[in-house]
T-cell receptor
């Protein structure tokens, strides 16, 4: 089932601004991942944060995880037009085996 | 490395026709997945295969069958296509951490 829910559904910002999107989930997880999907393409893995981690950085990406609130946030700093895409969180529920549960995504538009 | 490849890229079917979507990966991954993506619905898991010789149902398996032909290939079959199966279909494989997606197949059922 779709466990992750991203918020907002859509976000429009200008180049240079920061973009923040959030993900909430329902059950215990092993880890949470963020993926990007450019229009008409497959998803691309961005970053993974494990359930025992609180924050993780990768380049201009910063991910936080609050397991007590069952939520995560993805921050993209100094956004570029090339960051325009849909962003999905995916959870690896504890005991689920091999399946990831994807949310419905946040559509990010970065205008020059 | 080609990663995950899918064929065909586009397909139009009439209601009741059958077809097989092909997927192959060259990353030596054990796990492979089939998803469908519909507007406003995100990705929904149809079937997955944790290893060669095993397959399991996902969230929306009705109307589909799969075959894990070997470690590289995982096919999805629509035996009798219905308009509700109009969607974009993605295949993925997984290493210990992340999933790697193919470019997708856009299917229109009339």
């Amino acid at each position: 089932s779709q466990q992750g829910e991203e918020d907002p559904q859509a976000l429009s910002i200008q180049e240079g601004e920061n973009a923040t999107m959030n993900c909430s989930y329902k059950t215990s997880i092993n880890n949470l991942q963020w993926y990007r999907q450019n229009s008409g393409r497959g998803l691309v893995h961005l970053i993974l944060i494990r359930s025992n981690e609180r924050e993780k950085h990768s380049g201009r990406l910063r991910v936080t995880l609050d397991t007590s609130k069952k939520s995560s946030s993805l921050l993209i700093t100094a956004s570029r037009a090339a960051d325009t895409a849909s962003y999905f969180c995916a959870t690896d529920p504890a005991g689920s085996g091999y399946a990831l549960n994807f949310g419905k995504g946040t559509s990010l538009l970065v205008t020059p | 490395n080609a990663g995950v490849t899918q064929t065909p890229k586009f397909q139009v079917l009439k209601t009741g026709q059958s077809m097989t979507l092909q997927c192959a990966q060259d990353m030596n991954h054990n796990s492979m997945y089939w998803y469908r993506q519909d507007p406003g619905m995100g990705l929904r898991l149809i079937y997955y295969s944790a290893s060669e010789g095993t397959t399991d149902k996902g969230e929306v398996p009705n109307g589909y069958n799969v075959s894990r032909l070997n470690k590289r290939e995982f096919s999805l079959r629509l035996e009798s296509a219905a308009p509700s199966q109009t969607s974009v279909y993605f295949c993925a494989s997984m290493d210990l951490v992340a999933q790697y997606f193919g470019p997708g197949t856009r299917l229109l059922v009339l």
